[in-house]
């Protein structure tokens, strides 16, 4: 088990900037690699954005989101962010962080089936 914790979300105009946090327990935060979904009413859950393992390490970003949200993380913080600039409110969701081993990490980032733990999820609602 990997307890994953989300924080940040909340409500914003359309135009601004959130950032998400993803807090994770374990000592061996530094080998996995890092995702982010999202989830809206009625909708299948959607990848966002993914990191390796190690921080500055090769991303992975949807089209939708991609140049306006930035992935990264800090080892020595246990942490992954998500850094959400432009945001438009057909970015409103629940924003999940998950787990990967790096080896099936490698085959499908995208994949939400190669992540094994999840996060409680973090609600974001943009206004228009």
């Known amino acids: 088990q990997v307890p994953l914790v989300e924080s940040g979300g909340g409500l914003v105009q359309a135009g601004g900037s959130l950032r998400l946090s993803c807090a994770a327990s374990g000592r061996t935060f530094g080998s996995f690699a890092m995702g982010w979904f999202r989830q809206a009413p009625g909708k299948e859950r959607e990848f966002v954005a993914a990191t390796g393992w190690r921080s500055g390490g090769r991303t992975y970003y949807s089209d939708s989101v991609k140049g306006r949200f930035t992935i990264s993380r800090d080892n020595g913080r246990n942490t992954v962010y998500l850094q959400m600039n432009s945001l438009k409110p057909e970015d409103t969701a629940v924003y999940y962080c998950?787990?990967?081993?790096?080896?099936?990490?490698?085959?499908?980032?995208?994949?939400?089936?190669?992540?094994?733990?999840w996060g409680q999820g973090a609600q974001v609602t943009v206004s228009s």
């Open positions: 998950a787990v990967a081993d790096p080896l099936k990490f490698i085959a499908g980032p995208r994949d939400p089936e190669t992540y094994d733990y």
